[in-house]
């Protein structure tokens, strides 16, 4: 039986969509509008997000909202599309496409930035091959806590604008309730959207992709004489600050396949994600990644190899001349482990509290976390004790001054930090701004999914609450701070595919 999903009738809820994706050659998707489900039910809303994106939070939180976050309902504008993309899964060449996401269309915001809003969890599209277009609800309510969480840090990401129920079950290895998560993105190009352009061989349309993306993602860049060159190198400075972000609070992406890298520079699909607790850079939470892949410590190489894929796809339109077209790819990708050092660089110098550069302050900051390491510290919390030493002038927390190794390393910092001769509660206050004393645990998150999947939500609202202000000490998210026992089980993630 197929429903058509009607058109929400009149307007009011804000929506103002447009549809420049729609607009692309036609190989770059099919129309596909979402699949209708038995039973809409509304479990989460971003009454904030929905603000800011132009909509009218009283209209949408109730029922209404819940046909249109489920696809039930159109909102006025939308041209539902599924995208056509490719992609390397742990290194392998596969077509792809969204197999279970609409985008439903672009919202453009009251201060004029385009949006996407799409819906994931959709139903079958015609890039659905075996699978039956579903997500369960677990694995989208996780999307929606690690994704606002990661905007709370203020690092790039899509965000989470709902998560309804359908009322129906999906098949996995269990039977499980089925949801669909309105995802909120600056676009959903992809490193494998331009690896499928270039598989199709079709010339112009990898060209009109690339000025479209440049168009839509950097602007500024537009004018450039090589358009697909000025891309690459805005997609590559991006990436590199991203990964830096991610690898300064201990994020793990966990499946940094090229169909989950986006040119806009966001952090996009959120699987089998999580964050470090001791610091070890080969850890790796997922369940697939059985070789470690994607581990911590592996995430700037994977980055820069994706980026490779995106110059290999790019290269007919970097110079006709193909062996001139390798050279200036090859030049501009040999500049992500310099770019990812500096990003990096900054980003550790701001948790140790250093204004000022000087050369040494990586092997500073390394020699930190090789203790750390040593020492099987919480990543999170020996960062965040570092302020407090700095204004009581001893080592406390997880990694205290008593032993040997960091004694050293602490009368080096402190020597570091009298050189740059700056006002201690100036560097107390930088510090505090770069290092989160919260971040999602994964036991509270877990905790959080069993409660609200179990049909109680209050677990889910109060650490979506705490985790709004990741760099403030208070009562309220006082046991939300601390490192989860340590009980010797290794945490692990699932797909939830
Ligand atoms: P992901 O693991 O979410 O990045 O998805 C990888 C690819 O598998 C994408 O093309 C998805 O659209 C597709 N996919 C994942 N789950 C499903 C599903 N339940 N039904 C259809 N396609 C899916
Ligand atoms: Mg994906």
Redesign the pocket.
């Known amino acids: 039986m197929t429903i058509k999903a009607e058109r929400a009738s009149g307007s009011g809820a804000g929506w103002r969509l447009e549809n420049s994706y729609a607009r692309l050659p036609e190989l770059f998707y099919t129309r596909a509008a979402p699949v209708p489900v038995v039973r809409p039910g509304m479990v989460l809303f971003n009454e904030k997000l929905a603000v800011e994106l132009g909509l009218d939070p009283g209209a949408l939180a109730g029922d209404a909202g819940a046909e249109i976050f489920a696809g039930n309902r159109l909102p006025d504008g939308a041209e539902p599309i599924a995208q056509a ?1 490719a ?1 390397h ?1 742990f290194g392998h060449f596969t077509n ?6 609409v985008l439903l269309g672009e919202q453009i915001t009251p201060r004029g930035v385009r949006l996407d809003i799409q819906l ?2 959709s139903g ?2 015609p ?9 369960a609800l677990g694995p989208m309510l996780r999307e929606y806590i690690v994704s606002e969480a990661m905007h709370a840090l203020g690092i790039p990401t899509t965000r989470s604008l709902a998560v309804v129920t359908t009322g129906e079950e ?1 098949a996995r290895e269990v039977m499980l309730p089925g949801a669909v998560l309105t995802r909120v993105a600056a676009s959903h190009i992809r490193v494998g959207t331009f690896e499928y352009a270039s598989a199709t061989g079709d010339g112009a349309a990898l060209e009109a992709l690339t000025r479209y993306t440049l168009q839509r993602h950097y602007p500024e860049l537009a004018g450039a004489d090589k358009v697909a060159l000025a891309l690459f190198e805005g997609v590559l400075e991006r990436q590199a600050r991203l990964i830096a972000q991610w690898v300064c609070v201990g994020f793990v992406h966990g ?1 940094m ?1 090229t ?2 890298m986006a040119l806009s520079g966001e952090t996009i ?1 959120y ?1 089998p994600c999580a964050f470090l607790d001791i610091h070890d850079p080969a850890t790796v939470f997922s369940s697939i990644d059985r070789a470690g892949r994607y581990a911590y410590g592996s995430q700037p190489n994977i980055g820069h190899w994706n980026l490779a894929r995106l110059a290999e796809a790019l290269l007919p339109l970097i110079d006709k001349d193909k062996d001139k077209a390798v050279e200036m790819a090859e030049e501009a990708l040999g500049k992500f482990p310099e770019r990812f050092r500096a990003h990096y660089t900054a980003g550790l110098r701001a948790k140790l509290g250093l204004l000022t550069a000087e050369d040494g302050d990586f092997a500073l900051a390394q020699e930190f976390l090789d203790g750390m390491k040593a020492a099987e510290a919480d990543f999170t919390l020996s960062f965040a004790a570092l302020a407090g030493a700095v204004e009581s002038g001893t080592l406390s927390g997880p990694l205290s001054s008593g032993e040997a190794p960091l004694r050293t390393w602490h009368e080096q910092w402190k020597a570091r930090l009298e050189r740059q001769q700056k006002v201690r509660s100036e560097v107390v206050a930088a510090m505090r701004r770069a290092n989160p004393v919260l971040i999602p645990r994964n036991h509270r998150v877990e905790e959080a999914l069993a409660a609200a999947v179990a049909g109680d939500l209050s677990v889910l609202h109060r650490l979506l609450d705490v985790l709004r202000a990741p760099f403030d000490e208070t009562p309220a998210n006082c046991s939300y701070r601390t490192a989860p026992p340590r009980d010797g089980q290794h945490y692990r993630t699932f ?1 939830g ?1």
Do not use: F, H
């Open positions: 993309y992609g899964q792809l496409g969204d197999g279970r996401a994931k969890g079958r599209t890039y659905s091959r075996r699978g039956d277009g579903r997500a999906i499946v396949n169909d989950n699909d699987g797909c595919t």
